[in-house]
């Protein structure tokens, strides 16, 4: 073969040999440089990712906290008024009994207008308090009060409303029948429902 040919081709070998180099260690520093920029790509999505999430996260966890914070000052209300409401109730049917016994409208003493207007107060106070704090208690709970206090201010009213020696004796044995009759179921009910919401019924 001629030596000029020969040399041509080894020239030929040698420069695409070195072009084969080059293009390899091109392709070596792109693939390292670009795998780097992938993987910084991909971590600081993944920090975005969770600084994103601990912040949605942090959010509920307010939310929560803030209703469960109205939840609980409400319930202690609620527990703070379900006594006050009882006891108020018992005062109230304790002075319309009390009230009852009294069977002469003209005494002398005006003890009968006394604990007339005692049983007025009462009841007007009780009716007022449950209508102030509703919002602390539960509608049956609040229904049943109301029942209660109604069934006792009829009883007051029969009695107060007579005026005569025959009427006030039919007044004083119509709220006793109501009295006695009417109201303990309803009381009892309001027991259960009071000690279920206060968690005696667990006790």
């Known amino acids: 073969m001629d030596d000029t040919i020969l040399r041509f081709i080894g020239k030929a070998a040698l420069c695409l040999g070195g072009f084969a180099a080059i293009a390899a260690f091109a392709w070596g520093i792109f693939r390292f440089f670009g795998e780097k920029w992938i993987e910084n790509k991909f971590h600081k999505s993944l920090e975005d990712h969770r600084h994103k999430h601990d912040e949605e996260i942090a959010r509920l966890k307010c939310e929560i906290d803030s209703q469960l914070s109205r ?102 044995r119509e709220a006793c029948k109501i009295i006695q009759k009417e109201l303990p179921p309803i009381r009892k009910r309001i027991e259960e429902l009071v000690q279920e919401r206060l968690g005696l019924d667990k006790a």
Request: charged share 35%; proline share 1%.
């Open 71 to 172: 939840v609980t000052k409400m319930h202690e209300k609620e527990l703070e008024v379900l006594p006050e409401a009882w006891k108020r109730l018992v005062d109230l049917l304790d002075s319309v009994i009390e009230f009852l016994r009294e069977t002469h409208s003209t005494s002398q003493d005006g003890k009968y207008e006394v604990l007339s207007k005692r049983v007025g107060d009462v009841c007007w106070d009780f009716q007022g308090y449950i209508e102030t704090n509703a919002i602390f208690l539960l509608s049956t709970i609040k229904t049943e009060f109301k029942k209660a206090e109604e069934i006792i201010r009829t009883a007051w009213v029969k009695r107060d409303e007579a005026e005569s020696s025959e009427e006030r004796s039919k007044g004083i």
